[in-house]
């Protein structure tokens, strides 16, 4: 059973850090697409940033030059560094990987894992 295990989260005042790790438990083939997604309250679930196993990133706009999102592939894990927080991050944090699983001999399936979320919440 492939699990997504969040940790990081906690109350910073505006202008500070925090990082958020992600690791992925379970047994995989391999992991593909893994970042983070965010959601205030009243809100949709938002990207914020996104990493292929490959390294290449993509942030949301309010993400870049604040974010640095990072994964160590032997350790299953992904990291968000976030610095110069505002209190608009305010949100829980979701961590999704896109994750391939051999289903049988001949047969390897993708899907989406998520996180349960941690809260993130920045005073101003």
């Known amino acids: 059973q492939v699990q997504l295990v969040e940790s990081g989260g906690g109350l910073v005042q505006a202008g500070g850090s925090l990082r958020l790790s992600c690791a992925v438990s379970?047994?995989?083939?391999?992991?593909?697409?893994m970042g983070w997604y965010h959601q205030a309250p009243g809100k949709q679930r938002e990207l914020v940033a996104t990493?292929?196993?490959?390294?290449?990133?993509n942030y949301a706009d309010s993400a870049k030059g604040r974010f640095t999102l990072s994964r160590d592939n032997a350790k299953k894990t992904v990291y968000l560094q976030m610095n110069s927080l505002k209190p608009e991050d305010t949100a829980v944090y979701y961590c999704?990987?896109?994750?391939?699983?051999?289903?049988?001999?001949?047969?390897?399936?993708?899907?989406?894992?998520w996180g349960l979320g941690t809260q993130v919440t920045v005073s101003s």
């Open positions: 999704y990987a896109a994750v391939s699983r051999r289903e049988s001999l001949l047969v390897v399936k993708t899907y989406d894992y």
């Open positions: 379970g047994s995989t083939f391999s992991i593909d697409t």
């Open positions: 990493i292929t196993s490959g390294g290449r990133t």
